[in-house]
């Protein structure tokens, strides 16, 4: 009895929070606030925080540079967002990152 009651509880927490996951995922709109220069900027930095991180066995340093790469990537930054700074000024800069 017990343990049907904690397994309904279970279940009924996991659709719940599966519900809100799909529906955080919904809500989520990466509009591109990278431009072209500064995603290249992004990209050759990531690589070389790689590099350096690589050639010193600075192993957070390695870890930290994939983050330039992808906010670069995917031309999205949230630390953009969050300042209210865009770099894709017009729409003709609008396109596609590299993974979508």
């Known amino acids: 009895m017990i343990v049907q009651i904690i397994a309904r509880s279970f279940q009924n927490n996991f659709l719940q929070v599966s519900r809100m996951t ?3 995922i919904n809500e989520i709109k ?3 606030n990278v431009g072209l220069t ?3 900027v ?3 930095a990531g690589l070389a925080m790689i590099g ?3 050639y010193y066995k600075i192993k957070a ?3 930290i540079g994939v983050i330039p790469i992808l906010t670069g990537m995917l031309r999205y930054c949230p630390v953009n ?5 865009n770099g894709c000024a ?3 800069h609008r396109v596609k990152s590299a993974i979508l």
């Open 52 to 54: 350096v991180g690589a």
């Open 81 to 85: 967002q969050a300042l209210g700074y």
């Open 61 to 63: 340093l390695s870890a």
């Open 22 to 24: 799909v529906k955080g």
């Open 42 to 44: 992004r990209v050759l």
């Open 90 to 92: 017009s729409e003709e």
């Open 30 to 32: 990466m509009e591109c």
């Open 38 to 40: 500064e995603q290249k």
